[in-house]
């Protein structure tokens, strides 16, 4: 699956990854949880070789019998019902996003699908574009299940100026965190940005692990990062649509934005995601001093990403004026 290299991934039948990847995340998700909390007597005390629930403690907790479990976390998914689904999900107190994902990886072990392929460039719709322009007051942007950024608004494109001054396109949110130099200053609690997009990733890839361009990003990720590396050997998944993020902007300084994400009914895969400031703070300020820059900087185009050189001018002399 993602992040597994081999060279004749896209001819062979890759529901043995989906296998792998239950065996893998159940096996995480069992570590994590005690007999204790699970209120089960510890029997081996020091002894025990796991650090949390055996299989058949999982088993005896979901109301299966423990040779089921067994074939379950082995990755034979036929004809799995919602109820041991839902006995196992509470067994091992998932939380939503891990449920779901256990779904997606059940589902994708028990189904025949063509060997992957890589997928039509996705594309904005015009209306869409046209509503991320109309937030002049906003940063707005169109982001894929990978974490592209597939379209922006000119608010937009100044807040992740640093983001578009990577050469590749589309511009790749978990590119920039794990590849970028600037990240854990661009960031200012990158430890936790960094564990949400290994985290959307994880999910992404349950979803649809036939994504070529999202397995080959991994691979790359896995390749040349340790951070994420270490990050995806978790298993950790989690569903992100609202919260808050601590930027530092080379040009107009510290900013607090809280966030929303929506889906795009109409464009599977697609999600708006947008940034807002609270009234009277200086995040807001900040904000309305970097759309009077973003106005007033040639390289910022109105309808289409900036381009490489176009996007690391301001970049480097915003950090020159610092």
């Given at each position: 699956?993602?992040?597994r ?11 043995g990854d989906?296998?792998a990847?239950i065996r893998e995340?159940?096996?995480?998700r069992?570590?994590?949880?005690t ?6 007597p ?7 070789r ?18 089921y479990?067994t074939r379950?976390e082995?990755?034979?998914?036929t004809g799995v019902s ?6 196992i ?5 998932l ?11 059940l589902?994708g072990a ?5 060997p992957r392929r890589k ?5 904005v719709r015009?209306a869409?574009q ?7 007051g906003?940063?707005?942007f169109?982001l894929?299940g990978?974490?592209?950024i ?8 100044a807040?992740?100026?640093l983001?578009?001054a ?6 790749n949110?978990?590119?920039?965190v ?9 960031f200012r ?8 997009v ?7 890839a ?12 991994i691979?790359?990720?896995?390749t040349?990062?340790?951070?994420f590396?270490?990050?995806?050997a978790?298993?950790?998944?989690r569903?992100?649509?609202?919260g ?9 300084g ?22 807002t ?5 200086r995040?807001?300020?900040?904000l ?8 007033t900087?040639?390289d910022m185009?109105?309808?289409e ?9 301001p970049?480097?002399?915003a950090?020159?004026?610092?």
């Amino acid at each position: 699956m993602a992040g597994r290299n081999d060279p004749y991934g896209a001819n062979r039948d890759i529901r043995g990854d989906f296998r792998a990847e239950i065996r893998e995340f159940l096996g995480t998700r069992r570590a994590r949880v005690t007999p204790e909390q699970a209120g089960l007597p510890s029997y081996g005390g020091d002894r025990r070789r796991v650090t949390g629930l055996r299989r058949e403690e999982v088993a005896l907790l979901a109301g299966i019998s423990s040779e089921y479990y067994t074939r379950l976390e082995r990755g034979n998914a036929t004809g799995v019902s919602e109820s041991v689904i839902e006995g196992i999900a509470q067994a091992l107190r998932l939380d939503e996003a891990e449920r779901i994902h256990l779904l997606d990886l059940l589902r994708g072990a028990g189904t025949t699908r063509p060997p992957r392929r890589k997928p039509a460039q996705q594309r904005v719709r015009p209306a869409v574009q046209r509503v991320l322009d109309s937030m002049t007051g906003t940063p707005a942007f169109v982001l894929s299940g990978r974490l592209d950024i597939l379209a922006a608004n000119a608010l937009g494109r100044a807040l992740f100026s640093l983001v578009y001054a990577d050469p590749a396109r589309p511009p790749n949110n978990a590119r920039f965190v794990f590849l970028d130099p600037h990240a854990p200053e661009f960031f200012r609690d990158w430890d936790e940005v960094a564990n949400d997009v290994v985290a959307m990733l994880r999910a992404e890839a349950g979803r649809d692990a036939y994504d070529r361009r999202l397995t080959d990003m991994i691979g790359e990720l896995s390749t040349r990062s340790e951070d994420f590396r270490r990050r995806w050997a978790a298993h950790n998944v989690r569903i992100h649509t609202t919260g808050l993020k601590r930027l530092h902007h080379p040009v107009v300084g510290d900013l607090d934005l809280p966030f929303e994400t929506f889906p795009l009914g109409g464009d599977a895969g697609q999600s708006l995601l947008t940034y807002t400031a609270e009234p009277a703070s200086r995040s807001q300020e900040a904000l309305k001093l970097l759309a009077s820059w973003a106005a007033t900087t040639d390289d910022m185009d109105e309808s289409e990403p900036v381009d490489d050189s176009e996007s690391a001018e301001p970049a480097e002399s915003a950090e020159t004026s610092d």
